[in-house]
C-alpha cells in the first residue's frame, strides 16, 4: 500500500529565511516521488521529481529535494524564500499505476 | 508546447442538475486523469485513461459520475445528478507515460464548480 504525509498543513516564513517542507512516503515498490505547486486557482505545476537516480533533486525556482530511504523521506527546501513562493505545496507518489497526493502544505512568506 | 486545456473555468447549477467539463490534453499525451479537489484540500483522482482505455476509476462515483475519452484525445467528464457535496474544482491532467509512472503530469487550470 502507498500513503503520503506532509507533515504540516502550513508553514510561514520570512523573505530571504530558508524553506523547508517535509513529506513522508510510504510504498510498497520502489516509488517514484514528486512535488507540485499550485498558485491561486491554477493547476498544479511540477517542481521537480525523483526518479531512482541521484538522491538530491534539483528543480525549478531553486526549489530541491532529498530522497532517504532509511527515513522514507523527500523533504522540499530552498535556500531563500521569494514572496513568490506563496503557494500551496503537493508531495506526490507513484508506483504500480497507483497516485498518491499528499493533503498539502500552505506556505506563506512575510515581508 | 499548448497546455491542458479545460473549459468552461466555473460554472455554478443547482443540486440535481447535470454538469459537463471538457478537457483537451497536450498533443502526444497517452493517459489522460480527472481529480477532484474540494477546498482545502489535495486532488483526488476520479479516473485515469490511457488512450481511450479506462485504467483506473475505483473513486469515480459511478451512480452520478461518468467520463469518457473517445479516441483517445479529448475527454468529458459528467455528473448527473449534482449534489452539494460536488462543489470542488475538476482538474485534467496528461502525462505521457503511463499511469503511475515516472512522468510527471501536466495540469490545466481547472474547473470549478459550485452546487447551489
Known amino acids: 500500500a502507498q500513503s503520503v504525509t506532509q507533515l504540516d498543513s502550513h508553514v510561514s516564513v520570512s523573505e530571504g529565511t530558508p524553506v523547508l517542507l517535509r513529506c513522508n512516503y510510504s510504498?510498497?515498490?520502489?516509488?517514484?516521488l514528486f512535488w507540485y505547486v499550485q498558485h491561486p486557482n491554477k493547476g498544479l505545476q511540477l517542481l521537480l521529481k525523483y526518479t531512482s537516480a541521484a538522491t538530491l533533486v534539483k528543480g525549478i525556482n531553486g526549489f530541491e529535494a532529498e530522497f532517504k530511504k532509511s527515513e522514507t523521506s523527500f523533504h522540499l527546501t530552498k535556500p531563500s524564500a521569494h514572496m513568490s513562493d506563496a503557494a500551496e505545496y503537493f508531495c506526490?507518489?507513484?508506483?504500480?499505476?497507483?497516485?498518491?497526493f499528499g493533503s498539502g502544505t500552505r506556505l506563506s512568506i512575510r515581508p | 508546447e499548448a497546455g491542458v486545456a479545460q473549459s468552461p473555468r466555473y460554472k455554478i447549477i443547482e443540486k440535481r442538475q447535470s454538469v459537463a467539463f471538457w478537457c483537451n490534453p497536450i498533443s502526444g499525451h497517452a493517459t489522460l486523469y480527472w481529480y477532484q479537489q474540494i477546498l482545502g484540500q489535495g486532488p483526488k483522482l476520479l479516473i485515469q485513461f490511457q488512450n481511450n482505455g479506462v485504467v483506473d476509476d475505483s473513486q469515480l462515483p459511478k451512480d452520478r459520475f461518468s467520463a469518457e475519452r473517445l479516441k483517445g484525445v479529448d475527454s468529458t467528464l459528467k455528473i448527473q445528478p449534482a449534489k452539494l457535496e460536488d462543489s470542488a474544482v475538476y482538474l485534467c491532467?496528461?502525462?505521457?507515460?503511463?499511469?503511475?509512472?515516472?512522468?510527471?503530469?501536466?495540469f490545466g487550470d481547472g474547473t470549478r464548480l459550485s452546487i447551489l
Open positions: 506526490v507518489v507513484t508506483s504500480a499505476s497507483k497516485i498518491i
Open positions: 491532467a496528461s502525462s505521457l507515460g503511463f499511469p503511475g509512472s515516472n512522468q510527471p503530469q501536466h
Open positions: 510504498s510498497s515498490y520502489s516509488p517514484s
